[in-house]
């Protein structure tokens, strides 16, 4: 009778438990992280009767939750790839404002500020004209300085996220460390507190949205959190902290650092594989000092080019000197690693860069040190946009720029940065404040003699280069060379198949300078004279003259020093070319040939479709990887979560089993009743 009450009694608890696990289910079906909970019942060892073994009832043996390790991992890890790539896009959007198409963009302003020459060529001496210039001159140095503040803003923008980042981060890690004492502590008592365990699991679901993480759970337990390739982040009961240290180079940028601040180790970007703050960095690192470098070539190029073809021209002061600066732009710097050798608090090497030709000038930053193989006075140069290495001199013009150090040699562990576009479009001003300094005439005049006899005039002439010496004394100007006469032979003729001559459209012509001596060359339509690199000899007298029409033979033109520099447009039109020449970011080859660039209108088009190729790219990425950590996460819940309708059944079950249960105890009272009152006979 004793047995049977106790079967009864166990099998009502048994239910009830059930029932109470039922009921904890259904209560958060729709918490976020909750894990199912199911009572595991076990059968006890029956007991020995002279009639055979007889059963005992049941045992609650635990409450175990529902949970799939590889499940809940693959969801965490494809929420860090997806929290990466969506902060990736939004900051790349951001990005991509910065350099807008049609006439908001710097290539508009560039095309705008150069065809404002058009009215200077057209009236050199006219005030409004040359205003015109330099409110177009305002504009563009505006546009650039304007991207590069702008970019300036979103490197601080990614400095104030990554420490909002990192103080989540140091949070959720304190509390993981927290809920691993309390899973420590109830383990003990052989069971697990699932309660605990869905929370910890929900903790670290949120911590890879931040950074990935891997886990590794001890006997205890407890769970380590791993980041960055192996580095621990929780162990047990300890978390380390994440900070966000400033660059070793650039103390503007922002490095991660994890362990206590006296003892903190930065981590590198390359072993951090997802979350926002592995897209912050990236975007830092990367997308941020590539368009800051792609801005920095175009408004170097550009900047040197103007003011180069400034100085070879002629302004209106009284009287005419040679034209000043339009334009300046930030300077290169030198940036030491922090590690660098130091007496008293000073870096024992500095270095300094220095641009010698503007139009070689790479959208990049370049990584300096010792040479470990070149021998004494030779040191490696990495170009950071494609990592080409050299072996360099210090002096040797390398892409435009050159590289000096001061104090003491190179260390052997020493390393700089150097960045000669990095800092030019930030810093973009107009120097030149008077409308009289543009250097719209140019130094050399041309005029055809008044008998010549074929349909030559004078389209242009203009200084293309240093070659043109000019020198002005305060009271007139000189130009080497200068005068000049160019007279014209008899056209070329070349024999044709029926034997008859035809004239070819070449003329020979002899260019006689000031001091007597006498240069040959050989004129064609569109050819022009004084500057014919590819002829035999090679002729650069550092000015280009171009004729239309044809010339006769005994045809002549006079070319002298500039007087009236009010009615010269030649520095103007040279000015016009700009526009189609393609200086920007030519490259010396190998063989000492020199690769064309770009036009600006090319720079900066071609800018624009990296930074939009980048943007689309990262559209793509988070999309795709957004619906994987969504079916992910739903295949998680779907092992893990909570089913109303088979709870609901459960529930229809376990309701049944303990009214059964109450049954049992019912006909054990009934039986034990009646043996009362038969005993009481």
Do not use: C
């Not at 005992?56 to 969801?75: I, K, M, P, Y």
């Not at 594989?273 to 592995?278: I, M, Q």
């Not at 030149?432 to 006899?453: E, M, R, V």
Request: hydrophobic share 40%; net charge negative.
């Amino acid at each position: 009778m004793g047995s049977l009450l106790s079967i009864g009694i166990q099998a009502m608890m048994a239910n009830q438990a059930a029932i109470q696990a039922v009921g904890q289910n259904i209560a958060n079906a729709n918490t976020a992280g909750y894990s199912r909970q199911s009572v595991i019942l076990t059968t006890p060892n029956g007991q020995f009767t002279g009639g055979g073994f007889f059963g005992r009832g049941v045992n609650v043996q635990t409450v175990e939750r529902a949970h799939n390790e590889f499940l809940t991992s693959r969801a965490v890890n494809s929420k860090a790839t997806a929290h990466m790539d969506s902060t990736s896009m939004d900051k790349m959007s951001q990005l991509e404002k910065v350099f807008p198409p049609g006439e908001t963009g710097l290539g508009a302003a560039a095309g705008q500020f150069l065809s404002a020459m058009v009215d200077v060529t057209s009236r050199p001496s006219d005030p409004s004209a040359r205003q015109v210039v330099m409110g177009r001159a305002t504009e563009l140095a505006s546009r650039f300085a304007s991207a590069g503040q702008q970019l300036g803003e979103m490197q601080a923008g990614v400095i104030s996220d990554m420490r909002t980042n990192v103080d989540v981060v140091n949070q959720l890690a304190q509390q993981i460390a927290f809920a691993n004492r309390e899973i420590s502590g109830a383990v003990g008592t052989g069971h697990m507190p699932n309660d605990l365990l869905d929370k910890r699991d929900r903790l670290i679901s949120n911590l890879s949205e931040y950074v990935q993480v891997s886990t590794l759970t001890a006997s205890d337990g407890s769970v380590g959190v791993f980041i960055g390739g192996g580095q621990s982040l929780v162990l047990g009961a300890k978390a380390e902290s994440l900070s966000v240290t400033p660059d070793s180079y650039d103390n503007k940028r922002g490095a991660l650092s994890i362990g206590t601040p006296g003892n903190s180790r930065q981590l590198d970007e390359s072993v951090l594989t997802g979350g926002s703050l592995t897209a912050l960095l990236r975007f830092q690192n990367k997308d941020l000092q590539d368009a800051r470098n792609m801005l920095g070539q175009m408004s170097a190029a550009i900047s040197y080019r103007v003011n180069s073809q400034q100085k070879l021209g002629l302004d209106l002061s009284d009287p005419a000197g040679q034209g000043a600066d339009l334009f300046a732009v930030g300077a290169p710097r030198a940036l030491p690693a922090s590690t660098n050798g130091k007496a008293g608090g000073k870096f024992l090497t500095d270095a300094a860069v220095t641009i010698s030709n503007a139009n070689q000038l790479q959208a990049s930053a370049y990584k300096l040190q010792a040479d470990p193989n070149g021998g004494a006075g030779k040191y490696l140069l990495t170009r950071l946009s494609d990592n080409l290495a050299r072996s360099v001199a210090e002096g040797e013009t390398v892409d435009g720029f050159e590289f000096k150090f001061n104090g003491a040699p190179l260390g052997a562990s020493d390393t700089f940065v150097l960045e000669p576009v990095g800092q030019a479009a930030l810093e973009m001003r107009r120097v030149l404040d008077q409308t009289s300094g543009i250097a719209a005439a140019s130094p050399l005049s041309a005029t055809t003699h008044i008998d010549n006899t074929g349909t030559i005039t004078v389209n242009s002439l203009y200084a293309v280069n240093d070659q043109l010496k000019v020198v002005s004394d305060g009271s007139k100007v000189e130009v080497t060379g200068a005068p000049m006469t160019i007279s014209f032979g008899a056209p070329s003729k070349v024999m044709q198949p029926d034997g008859t001559l035809k004239e070819d459209g070449s003329v020979p012509y002899a260019l006689t300078l000031a001091d007597g001596s006498v240069l040959n060359g050989t004129w064609s339509a569109g050819q022009r004279i004084g500057n014919q690199p590819n002829a035999t000899p090679a002729i650069d007298l550092g000015f280009e003259l171009t004729l239309n029409g044809v010339p006769r033979e005994n045809d002549m033109v006079s070319i002298e020093v500039t007087k009236y520099t009010a009615t010269n447009n030649g520095n103007a039109k040279a000015f016009l070319n700009i526009q189609t020449e393609k200086f920007i970011g030519q490259r010396l080859q190998p063989d000492g040939s020199l690769a064309v660039g770009s036009t600006v209108n090319e720079a900066y088009a071609s800018s624009m479709s990296e930074i939009g190729s980048r943007v689309q790219g990262a559209t793509y990425l988070s999309g795709v990887s957004v619906s994987v950590a969504a079916d992910a996460e739903a295949s998680r819940a779907g092992q893990a979560g909570v089913n109303i309708d088979e709870e609901a059944s459960r529930l229809m079950q376990y309701q049944q089993g303990y009214q059964a249960a109450a049954k049992v105890l019912q006909a054990a009272q009934s039986i034990f009743d009646e043996l009362m009152r038969i005993a009481a006979r």
